[in-house]
């Protein structure tokens, strides 16, 4: 019986595949770029056709470099964005309108009515896009379906057949009630919604679906849905007090407080880790909304060339030279909740160079991050870590880690497996397969040498009150 788990994680910016064996290994590894629209000042919309077609490429392309085939998979674990939206007919699989990403504020001004109406919602959250969505859609009501990517993809997987969603992907879109989990249907007849298009909600792990053989060219379980930003965090571990920053089109911070809900405040809210059985585990997410974002926004305007020249430039001064960078262009998150608020350079001078430009970008991502870990560990009885635990493509750079390490004086700790969200799929689909025991699972949770400030606390607290007294004016 094969014991190979295949691995999507379909992010913001790219969909990853990997083959993962049942030590942690990845046996093949495959990714494809995703392209967004901005159709007008805060709408984000991607073509969910395109995105099944970039997933279909990526697992072929993982399989062949893995030198397997679909028949030699034992199960299958998908994690995705989260909160954004598509709609798509019943019949066809065709997408009935664009995707709107997660990060569109065009449900900005919906959710302030929503709110006065009693229903908490975020900007973000798709419960404030949808009801906009639908009403361009133009088919029968009985041939429309929605969801997040995650169901859209395991729509497509299983050849039409399963319309699921677990409830760590159904958490964010605000559509689930608290404290029984299930669809608010008071929030949905609110909208005018027809209930029948939403998915079934379904355990974090177990049996969710087979795939498909016309599709994926073999009978194969999908045992594992799981939001991307806490697949990552399992990868991390799952014991109280875990915690985590995720940098890749965001910096997501999540600690885990286990079987408690807890709400520190709008700006740092509950999410949910993952349900299973009735096991319910929740931690508190801080986001940081512009971080890979924004520095991709800075190198394509200000010409600093590509990741390698980006890093090059940044490591050839030893400061910003008085620029100070505001990674805010969706938003800014955590711990301010203002979706408003817009990203900004500042202290520009004749003496500041470009190399000055590409470090107040590293810089400016590491305090936001600082003021996202100091805002969570100033609440009551969440005590700090001796080291954070970071993933994801920007802590590929030894620099952006150090600048970090110093900027929020703290031990900074990469995990050792790179693509933590695509293990922590992989975790979950053997969890549900039956294929991983917990002793197999903990060999997993491992870390690189922890990288240590190189300046004191009162420069690096210096520092940072400079930065937002340059940001924030």
Same mark, same amino acid.
């Given at each position: ?67 397997? !085939? ?8 998908? !994690? ?120 079934? @909600? ?43 920053? !995720? ?35 929740? #931690? ?94 100033? @609440? ?65 949770? #491992? ?27």
């Amino acid at each position: 019986m094969p014991e190979l788990i295949l691995a999507i994680d379909v992010g913001t910016t790219s969909v990853r595949a990997a083959v993962v064996g049942a030590d942690g290994v990845i046996a093949g590894l495959a990714a494809a770029p995703l392209t967004s629209a901005t159709p007008a000042p805060g709408r984000v919309e991607q073509d969910a056709a395109k995105v099944w077609s970039a997933t279909r490429r990526v697992i072929a392309r993982a399989l062949a470099a893995a030198g397997r !085939t679909p028949g030699d998979i034992a199960a299958i674990g998908v !994690t995705t964005q989260r909160a954004s939206a598509v709609t798509w007919d019943r019949k066809t699989g065709r997408p009935l309108s664009p995707m709107v990403v997660w990060s569109d504020l065009r449900g900005a001004a919906r959710a302030g009515e929503l709110l006065q109406a009693g229903f908490m919602l975020a900007p973000q959250q798709s419960a404030t896009k949808l009801e906009s969505l639908v009403s361009g859609v133009e088919a029968p009501a009985a041939r429309i379906a929605w969801g997040n990517i995650d169901s859209y993809l395991i729509f497509r997987l299983t050849g039409g057949a399963t319309h699921a969603a677990d409830r760590s992907q159904a958490w964010p879109s605000g559509y689930l009630s608290f404290p029984d989990l299930g669809w608010n249907h008071r929030l949905i007849d609110h909208q005018g919604l027809d209930a029948a298009m939403f998915p079934a @909600l379904v355990n974090t792990w177990g049996p969710i679906g087979v795939t498909d053989p016309k599709v994926f060219g073999a009978a194969v379980p999908i045992t594992a849905d799981v939001a991307d930003q806490q697949s990552a965090l399992i990868a991390h571990g799952e014991a109280p007090g875990t915690a985590k920053i !995720t940098f890749g089109t965001s910096a997501t911070f999540d600690l885990v407080t286990g079987t408690t809900f807890r709400f520190p405040g709008p700006s740092t809210p509950p999410l949910l880790v993952s349900s299973v059985a009735g096991d319910t585990r929740w #931690c508190v997410e801080g986001m940081v909304l512009s971080a890979g974002s924004a520095l991709d926004w800075l190198r394509a305007t200000f010409g600093l060339g590509g990741h390698a020249a980006f890093g090059a430039m940044a490591a050839s001064v030893e400061d910003a030279g008085g620029a100070a960078f505001l990674p805010a262009l969706q938003g800014l998150g955590a711990p301010h909740g203002a979706p408003a608020r817009r990203g900004g350079l500042t202290g520009l001078t004749a003496a500041v160079k470009r190399a000055h430009v590409a470090r107040a970008g590293l810089e400016g991502l590491a305090f936001r991050a600082r003021e996202v870990l100091d805002h969570v560990y100033a @609440l009551d009885d969440f005590d700090a870590p001796e080291a954070i635990g970071v993933d994801g493509g920007l802590t590929a750079s030894p620099l952006f880690l150090q600048v970090l390490a110093d900027l929020t004086g703290r031990l900074v700790r990469r995990h050792a497996t790179p693509e933590a969200t695509l293990l922590g799929a992989a975790i979950c689909a053997g969890r549900g397969a039956s294929l991983l025991t917990e002793t197999d699972i903990a060999a997993m949770t #491992c870390y690189e040498p922890a990288i240590a400030p190189r300046i004191g606390g009162d420069e690096s607290g210096a520092r940072f009150a400079a930065w937002r007294a340059s940001v924030y004016g």
